[in-house]
């Protein structure tokens, strides 16, 4: 099982910007699909980005592609998300997760994907 702690939430104006960070440890974390989900109340979880390890290869939703950058550090085991020109449409809690298993991501996926989530962090845009 991989442990995943996210950080970087906050309240911030629209059109600001925010970098999320996630820490993992455990369970070869570091040769494990990572990826950013988010979820607003009543809907489902969805797909922001996922970084594939080793190779570094990034799958985005590219509806929000001109707005955010992922990026991960495998020394470190850690990946990050930065988001700009936030929109209150973006207000969300921000999730990173997990596969189960060693190895590429080959595309973002949906959330049942991922066996491994952290508690998520709390992103508030204000217009």
């Known amino acids: 099982q991989v442990l995943l702690v996210e950080s970087g939430g906050g309240s911030v104006q629209a059109g600001g910007s925010l970098r999320l960070s996630c820490k993992a440890s455990?369970?070869?974390?570091?040769?494990?699909?990572l990826a950013w989900f988010r979820q607003t109340p009543g809907n489902e979880r969805e797909g922001i980005a996922a970084?594939?390890?080793?190779?570094?290869?990034?799958y985005y939703n590219m509806s929000m592609r001109s707005r955010i950058t992922a990026s991960r550090d495998n020394a470190q085991n850690m990946m990050y998300l930065q988001i700009h020109s936030l929109k209150p449409e973006d207000t969300a809690v921000y999730y990173c997760?997990?596969?189960?298993?060693?190895?590429?991501?080959?595309?973002?996926?949906?959330?049942?994907?991922?066996?491994?989530w952290g508690q998520g962090t709390q992103v508030t845009v204000s217009s």
């Open positions: 997760a997990a596969k189960s298993v060693s190895g590429h991501c080959y595309s973002l996926g949906v959330a049942s994907a991922y066996s491994d």
């Open positions: 455990g369970s070869s974390s570091r040769n494990k699909c």
């Open positions: 970084i594939s390890p080793v190779t570094g290869n990034i």
